[in-house]
């Protein structure tokens, strides 16, 4: 299993008046993740997305442990934790700078094409990239 | 079961390249759906955080259906799912104008002193709130 | 001289940990202001959008004069401080609940094509909107 | 004249529907070009912060020259324009990969107490800081 790792400086613009960082901004930051993770397998989503192919959410759960401030440094932990024909599930750990787990997480994606939101399987798109996920995947299915 | 509607005007920092409402912002219309939940029933979130409690979320899942776009009004439900001495979930749809679903979730969260963030019971903090939540919640515990 | 009005209901997430709003969510509710306007004089800016049609910022000046903060209701003011062919500055008062004033603001947009960025001039998009806006400048070019 | 230079990855969640970066959040990245010029001669803001003081914005100003996309890296360089007893005026450029010119902008800080937003001079925080200031400023007060 390829687990992916991107440091975050948590931005001033990213907390709240908690005095911590706002739950929803986790979401980008796993966005970043996914975005790295591509990245260091030798692929790019940004180029995905100019031949005419999106990767929207369609189901996401987290789980917040403990909370991030400002002026901390926070590391995404990356991986697919499953890889099928229409479906992908990324896994997430998001750490404090000790490797305390300040929360968890796991995303749902599919892709589809820009214009019409229809899926469309990654293997016609991209076989390399459909094969390195399926080899990468924590879970086969 | 009481159920809360506020509607949201789609604003359009909220989009994203796809054209579509960036996925992380339906987490903060969450927010402002049990805020007027809070608002509906005669109590107020400000003023709790006022006097040293907030309520972060614990936990939190997403279904993701329907994009919203630009220019539409969104419309989100909010309930008490079920609510016990330290635990608190709450549902919401998320709508488009035409009644369809944009979007399922549930948060879990927990009350905390905001100086120390260790939970405290809402019913030593406000027990008529308490009461309340506990008289409206779908799911008694 | 029209001056619309929009009342923003502050949102948490629009807050930082000064417990404040963040100065940055000023310009968004400056879009917010601008977008009442042209619904005010009965026009449509995501309808020119899907014309092809985009109006972003080229240049903007805020001062901040006292911070807002979460659970208060924003009122922002918005007209049109000068139209030319091609430039069109908006004028903006933000205020507190007392009327005392949080922010003033100016924003200098023009239309562009949207495949292009070419600048594009509104008297050949939208006739009457132009009329309109030359109609209720506050300084006339 | 000291320039401090912070590289920028451009988050999707930063892109709207125009296709390119929200005009709002080159405001949160000149806030992490001036946490970077902190960082850069030996401060720390956080620190500063943790003390009971806080620098709001009173007043900027920034023109955007040429729209960045998701997928580049923006360079955001940051000095002191000018800095006198209670006025400290930052000074931005936000470069293309290409060096081409993003945005430029100003932006004019004052040093307050936390707790009652009254101005503080940074010569009796922190007589270091100011005499670094004073010492790398662009313009002399």
């Known amino acids: 299993m390829f687990v992916s ?21 986790y979401l980008v930051w796993m966005e970043i993740g996914r ?51 229409l479906k992908t599930i990324y896994g997430y750990e998001i750490l404090h700078e000790d490797g305390s787990v300040a929360a968890t997480a796991t995303s749902l994606h599919t892709l589809v094409k820009k214009d019409s939101f229809r899926p469309y399987p990654l293997s016609k798109v991209d076989p390399e990239w459909d094969t390195k996920y399926l080899e990468i995947a924590k879970v086969n299915n």
């Open 5 to 25: 790792e991107k440091q975050i400086e948590i931005r001033y613009a990213e907390t709240d008046q908690m005095g911590v960082v706002y739950h929803a901004n």
């Open 35 to 85: 975005t790295q993770l591509v990245n260091d397998i030798g692929f790019n989503y940004a180029g995905l997305e100019e031949q005419g192919y999106i990767s929207p959410v369609l189901d996401l759960s987290i789980q917040y442990k403990k909370a991030m401030r400002y002026g901390q440094v926070a590391t995404v932990r990356t991986w697919v934790e499953s890889h099928s024909k």
